[in-house]
T-cell receptor, first 113, second 114 residues
Framework: AQTVTQSQPEMSVQEAETVTLSCTYD???????LFWYKQPPSRQMILVIR??????QNATENRFSVNFQKAAKSFSLKISDSQLGDAAMYFC??????????FGAGTQVVVTP | DVKVTQSSRYLVKRTGEKVFLECVQD?????MFWYRQDPGLGLRLIYF???????EKGDIPEGYSVSREKKERFSLILESASTNQTSMYLC?????????????FGPGTRLTVL
């Protein structure tokens, strides 16, 4: 069974600073997808960024980037130039090419002015 | 944009009541999902459906059932609600023919069972 671990229940960052959220996963598959979802207080889950396992290049979406280390089964999210609107719960998720999404427990990001 | 709607944002029910949570998506997605979200546990899959009238158990199906009579609608049913089913319930939909088969979520229903 695949598991996704987010070891940081909460992370605090000042506006304009950078924060990195960690995520590790366990799998025996070689082909899979990884995702970071954001859930703000409105509760609407929003896809932030995705990474295909076969791609060596790390995905980037504006201020959000990932560090994908396939051998280490690590998938961290970096938020640069943090903004108040980045405050939310962030979930790491894994999906095998044929399978279901498996979520981590989430990391609460607090942004301070 | 894909829109997934859920019938209620907040719901309060009594123990033993039959509870229906409704989810509707407007993008003709084949796949629909029901998750339960609890603090410290993330999202856990209850049931999913790959097509009309088809359903598959997820990781925590006990105490729940589902119905998918139309492609756009996926209902979660609590036959006899219990206090341990107090939680946030999220619906999602996806299509294998779209991009990465990514899931689009509804706004969630916070259910309290008294």
């Amino acid at each position: 069974a695949q598991t996704v671990t987010q070891s940081q229940p909460e992370m605090s960052v000042q506006e304009a600073e950078t924060v990195t959220l960690s995520c590790t996963y366990d799998t025996s598959e070689s082909d899979y997808y990884l995702f970071w979802y954001k859930q703000p207080p409105s509760r609407q889950m929003i896809l932030v960024i995705r990474q295909e396992a076969y791609k060596q290049q790390n995905a980037t979406e504006n201020r959000f980037s990932v560090n994908f280390q396939k051998a280490a089964k690590s998938f961290s999210l970096k938020i640069s130039d943090s903004q108040l609107g980045d405050a939310a719960m962030y979930f790491c998720a894994y999906r095998a090419s044929w399978g279901k999404l498996q979520f981590g427990a989430g990391t609460q990001v607090v942004v301070t002015p | 944009d894909v829109k997934v709607t859920q019938s209620s944002r907040y719901l309060v029910k009594r123990t033993g009541e039959k509870v229906f949570l409704e989810c509707v998506q407007d993008m003709d997605h084949e796949n629909m999902f029901w998750y339960r979200q609890d603090p410290g546990l993330g999202l856990r899959l209850i049931y999913f459906s790959y097509d009309v009238k088809m359903k598959e158990k997820g990781d925590i199906p006990e105490g729940y059932s589902v119905s998918r009579e139309k492609k756009e609608r996926f209902s979660l049913i609590l036959e006899s609600a219990s206090t341990n089913q107090t939680s946030m319930y999220l619906c999602a939909s996806s299509s294998p023919s779209m991009g990465y088969n990514e899931q689009f979520f509804g706004p969630g229903t916070r259910l309290t069972v008294l």
